[in-house]
């Protein structure tokens, strides 16, 4: 069996926020998600982020197929990217929790 990938800090943080997640979820509610916690993704750093995962296999995305419910019918509407973690991201994203939970004390505040 291959090691899994190493994720950086940004994308465990993306994988993790999928993970929770019942649906896939664009960039822009990634962000929103991630502002009640300590690392705060800003749009910039998100949209880069999970061009890089994507093209490593993590997460896939595709662009949604009907508008959300809050756009009316006959109003402007830009389809979004919807990305959704795929079992390798999973994988990662576990590898990583393993690695972690083995370090004494390691994430634990005195």
């Not at 822009?28 to 916690?37: D, H, K, N, P, T």
């Not at 998100?46 to 890089?52: P, S, W």
């Amino acid at each position: 069996m291959s090691r899994p990938t190493k994720l950086s800090l940004t994308e465990a943080v993306i994988a993790h926020l999928l993970r929770q997640s019942d649906a896939p979820l664009f960039g822009l509610e990634l962000v929103r998600r991630s502002a009640g916690g300590e690392l705060k993704l800003k749009k910039g750093t998100i949209y880069v982020t999970l061009e890089r995962m994507e093209k490593k296999g993590l997460v896939i995305s595709e662009l949604e197929t009907a508008p959300p419910p809050h756009v009316k019918e006959g109003d402007f509407y830009i389809p979004r990217r919807l990305y959704t973690l795929t079992p390798k991201g999973m994988q990662a994203l576990e590898a990583l929790e393993d690695a972690v939970a083995r370090i004494p004390g390691f994430l634990v505040k005195p």
